[in-house]
C-alpha cells in the first residue's frame, strides 16, 4: 500500500469519527468531521491524548468486527466463535497500531463530502481530501452499514482502492499457502513491532 493510501485513509479515520445523531449519511459524516477536527486543532492536548482521543471516537465510528470478517472472506465462515472473536480483537489492534499515529501527521487536511448513494442499509459516501504535506487532493469513499439509528463505516476507499480488499488478499494468500495460525501470528508480530515505531512523516527527521 502506498504511502498516500496510508495518508489518506489515517486522513479518513481522523476526519471521519464521532457519534451524531443525523438524517443522512452525509450529514452524520459531517457531524463526526467536527468533532474531530476539535480534537486534531486542540494544541492543548499531548500527542499521546490526541491519538486517545482519536483512538475513541474511531471505535465509535467503525465497524471494525463487519471489517475483519470482510478481511477474511470465505475463510471467516470456517472459524469458530471463539476463532472469530480473537481475530477481530487482534485486527482491531493491528489497525490501531498502523492508523492511529499518523494523526501527528495532521497538518491541516480539509474534507470535502462531494456525494452519497443509499441502498437500504448501506450507503457510500464521497469525498475529496485535499493532503497539504503532499500536496495532492484524493478521492476517498466511505462504505457505511446502518447499526440501529447509527450510521457505521466498515470499509475505505481511497482513489479506488479498498482497504478492506487490501487486507482481504494478503490475509487470503497467507492463509492458502501457509494457514489460518500463521496469519494469527503474524497479526500478533507484527503488532508487536508498530507498537514502539512511530510513521516517518515527510518534511520531519
Avoid: N
Avoid at 46 to 74: H, I, K, P, Q
Avoid at 91 to 98: A, K, N, S, Y
Avoid at 192 to 201: A, C, G, K, T
Amino acid at each position: 500500500m502506498s504511502r498516500l493510501l496510508f495518508v489518506a485513509v489515517m486522513a479518513a479515520l481522523a476526519l471521519g469519527v464521532g457519534p451524531c445523531a443525523a438524517a443522512t449519511p452525509t450529514e452524520e459524516m459531517r457531524g463526526y468531521t467536527d468533532r474531530a477536527l476539535r480534537v486534531l486543532r486542540d494544541s492543548t492536548l499531548t500527542s499521546s491524548a490526541r491519538r486517545a482521543a482519536v483512538r475513541d471516537l474511531a471505535e465509535e465510528a467503525f465497524d471494525v468486527r463487519e471489517t475483519a470478517r470482510r478481511t477474511l472472506g470465505v475463510h471467516w465462515e470456517s472459524r469458530t466463535s471463539a476463532e472469530r472473536e480473537e481475530f477481530v480483537r487482534l485486527f482491531r489492534d493491528f489497525l490501531e497500531r498502523t492508523f492511529v499515529p499518523w494523526v501527528d501527521w495532521y497538518g491541516g487536511e480539509e474534507i470535502r463530502y462531494v456525494g452519497e448513494h443509499r441502498d437500504g442499509d448501506t450507503a457510500t459516501v464521497a469525498a475529496m481530501v485535499l493532503v497539504k504535506r503532499l500536496g495532492v487532493e484524493a478521492s476517498v469513499e466511505l462504505r457505511l452499514l446502518l447499526r440501529g439509528d447509527r450510521w457505521r463505516v466498515y470499509d475505505v476507499r481511497i482513489e479506488h482502492a479498498s482497504l478492506v480488499a487490501y487486507y482481504r488478499s494478503q490475509f487470503d494468500r497467507i492463509i492458502r499457502t501457509a494457514s489460518y495460525d500463521e496469519l494469527v501470528h503474524r497479526l500478533k508480530v507484527q503488532t508487536q513491532v508498530l507498537r514502539d515505531e512511530r510513521p516517518q512523516i515527510p518534511g520531519r527527521r
